[in-house]
């Protein structure tokens, strides 16, 4: 049983809303994104669904999202919210007893976001943090963005 808030990202380059309530992850995208040639690269779309997780007895009155993206030493904000917690989870809630055998009981939050265009002018990362009451870090992915050019010999063969 985990006893810390933790969560993933998936990235990809579309999220669709189906008519079930269903989410349809387009392009996903599995450790890195890469370009074939020198930068700049540009996505039409590109999107993250974000899933956050956090134990029923983490009290907390705000979630703050960040999504940052590194070019070389340059860092930019591409999304950033606060999000208020209810007051029925902040209701005094037992701590779960791992050698009870109960599950674990977690509050459970997706967010999925979108990108429309992203422009990358060289190589870097996109992150995903949250940060419960501006003070513990969660982390919740990120992504490696990458220009690979071919060598000059694989482009004579042609």
Request: proline fraction near 8%; charged fraction near 25%; charge should be negative.
């Amino acid at each position: 049983m985990n006893i810390e808030p933790y969560g993933i990202t998936n990235f990809c380059d579309d999220i669709r809303h189906e008519i079930n309530g269903k989410l349809t992850l387009v392009g996903c995208y599995a450790g890195s994104l890469n370009f074939n040639g020198p930068p700049p690269g540009t996505l039409p779309t590109f999107a993250a669904l974000i899933n956050l997780r956090v134990p029923l007895h983490i009290q907390f009155e705000k979630i703050s999202l960040r999504v940052i993206k590194t070019e070389g030493d340059e860092e930019t904000t591409i999304l950033e919210d606060e999000i208020e917690n209810s007051k029925e989870h902040n209701e005094p809630s037992p701590v779960p007893v791992p050698s009870s055998g109960e599950e674990e009981r977690v509050l459970l939050m997706a967010f999925p976001c979108k990108w429309t265009p992203i422009h990358f002018s060289k190589s870097g990362q996109i992150k995903v943090r949250a940060y419960l009451d501006g003070d513990l870090e969660v982390r919740l992915g990120a992504l490696s963005v990458n220009f690979v050019e071919q060598p000059v010999e694989d482009r004579d063969a042609r």
